[in-house]
C-alpha cells in the first residue's frame, strides 16, 4: 500500500517553476510525497528549468509538461499554485490542503544565456527553501503541519 501523500502543483504553462517543484520535492522526501505537476495551459518544459535543477543533482528531462484536465477526479492530498495566474484562473481541484505560493516566472525575464540562468536559478532555490519549510515539517504530525499551511 503507498502510503505516501499525493501533491499536484499548478502553475500557467507547466514549465518552469511547477516542474521544479515538482524535481525538488521528489528528490527531497522521495519516501513521503508523490509529486506531480501540471498547467493550466500545457506547454514544454523549459531547457533552462532542466538546466539548474541539473546544477543540483536533479533531472527533470524526463518531466513533461501536463494539462490540469490529466489529473481531472484524482484526489490529492495537497493542491499547491505557484502563480497568481494559476490561482485565479484554475478550476477548483480537488484537495485536502490547498496552498498557493506565487514565485517569478523566470521564463519571462529577458537578458542573455547568463542572465536567464541567474533568475532560474534564484526562483530554484526560492522554491527550494520554501519546499524544505513546507514540506519538511519531519518533528510535525500532518494535522499541525495543515494547521500552520491554513494559516500562510
Known amino acids: 500500500m503507498n502510503n505516501k501523500e499525493k501533491v499536484l502543483f499548478i502553475c500557467t504553462h507547466n514549465s518552469a517553476r511547477s516542474q521544479m517543484a515538482e524535481g ?3 528528490n527531497m522526501y522521495p519516501e513521503r510525497y508523490e509529486a506531480l505537476s501540471a498547467g493550466t495551459i500545457a506547454s514544454n518544459v523549459d531547457p ?3 538546466k539548474v535543477m541539473s546544477e543540483i543533482g536533479i533531472d527533470i528531462s524526463h518531466q513533461r509538461s501536463k494539462n490540469i484536465e490529466e489529473f481531472r477526479g484524482e484526489l490529492f492530498d ?6 497568481d495566474h494559476a490561482k485565479e484562473t484554475c478550476p477548483f481541484f480537488p484537495g485536502k490542503v490547498h496552498i498557493h505560493k506565487n514565485f517569478e516566472d523566470p521564463a519571462n ?3 542573455t544565456n547568463e542572465e536567464k540562468l541567474a533568475v532560474f536559478r534564484r526562483v530554484r532555490d526560492e522554491i527550494s527553501n520554501w519546499i524544505e519549510k513546507t514540506f519538511g515539517r ?3 504530525g500532518r494535522e499541525e503541519r495543515d494547521e500552520l499551511w491554513l494559516k500562510n
Open 24 to 26: 525538488i520535492l521528489r
Open 48 to 50: 533552462y528549468a532542466v
Open 78 to 83: 495537497y493542491v499547491v499554485t505557484v502563480c
Open 109 to 111: 525575464v529577458d537578458g
Open 138 to 140: 519531519k518533528d510535525n
